[in-house]
């Protein structure tokens, strides 16, 4: 993966921590359907929906967030995993694609 496409790929994974963090507090994801032990959601994303870990990021409150993707099938999923272990659920969807794009030229607000 190129460097301008990790610089992408964190800056989102950053957005996506810090968006789920505000919104939530570890009590109330502990009750959410949309949590469990790392290794078990890791391997329900694999076996699942074919999925395997894409990227990865350190977000707010040192959480690891993660984007999960298939090349096949397309689909892919965002986690966030708590230092104590509970992993969330905190976006997915369909149509996934690996971009390399390059950053703009300084002075190109483009």
Not at 3 to 10: E, P
Not at 53 to 81: C, H, K, P
Not at 93 to 100: D, K, M, P, T
């Amino acid at each position: 993966m190129k460097r301008t496409s990790k610089i992408l790929h964190l800056g989102a994974l950053t957005a996506a921590a810090a968006l789920w963090i505000s919104s939530t507090t570890d009590a109330a994801a502990q009750n959410s359907r949309n949590c469990g032990p790392r290794e078990a959601v890791v391997d329900r994303l694999a076996d699942g929906y074919g999925e395997t870990r894409q990227s990865m990021g350190l977000g707010a409150n040192n959480a690891v967030v993660e984007v999960f993707a298939s090349d096949e099938t397309g689909t892919w999923t965002i986690t966030v995993t708590t230092p104590n272990g509970l992993t969330c659920l905190v976006a997915s969807g369909q149509s996934f694609e690996a971009l390399a794009e390059a950053l703009p030229a300084k002075g190109n607000d483009a």
